[in-house]
């Protein structure tokens, strides 16, 4: 199985920066998609951006343009840095993977790291 560690996260102002890292260990080889997701108090777990294993992305209308996903194969990692932040990014961030598993495929989550956007 896949194992999923995110660090980052913590406290910024309206307009700061913030780098998210996800380290995934274990069967890293059946790794397919790679993403980050979000949720915030009250709110449901929504998509913030997205990555494949070829590379293509797709974002949340709200983070276009201020956020990137990135993927480093050979260190198993998955990034989001985050410009132009604004208070309501704050929410805690999870790093997601989906990887092959038998004649199936599964979904791997990390345990989560809080984003606070002050302003």
């Known amino acids: 199985q896949v194992q999923l560690v995110e660090s980052g996260g913590g406290l910024v ?3 700061g920066s913030l780098r998210l890292s996800c380290a ?3 069967s890293t080889f059946s790794i397919n998609a790679m993403g ?6 009250g709110k449901q777990r929504e998509l913030v951006a997205a990555i ?3 590379g293509s992305t797709n974002y949340a209308d709200s983070v276009k343009g201020r956020f990137t996903i990135s993927r480093d194969n050979a ?5 989001l840095q985050m410009n132009s932040l604004k208070p309501e ?3 805690v961030y999870y790093c997601n993977a989906d990887y092959a598993w038998g004649l199936g495929s599964l979904s791997s989550w990390g345990q989560g790291t809080q984003v606070t956007v002050s302003s």
Do not use: E
């Open 24 to 26: 995934a260990s274990g």
């Open 13 to 15: 102002q309206a307009g």
């Open 89 to 91: 990014d704050t929410a």
């Open 36 to 41: 980050w997701y979000r949720q915030a108090p």
């Open 52 to 54: 494949s294993s070829g």
């Open 75 to 79: 260190k198993n990692t998955v990034y």
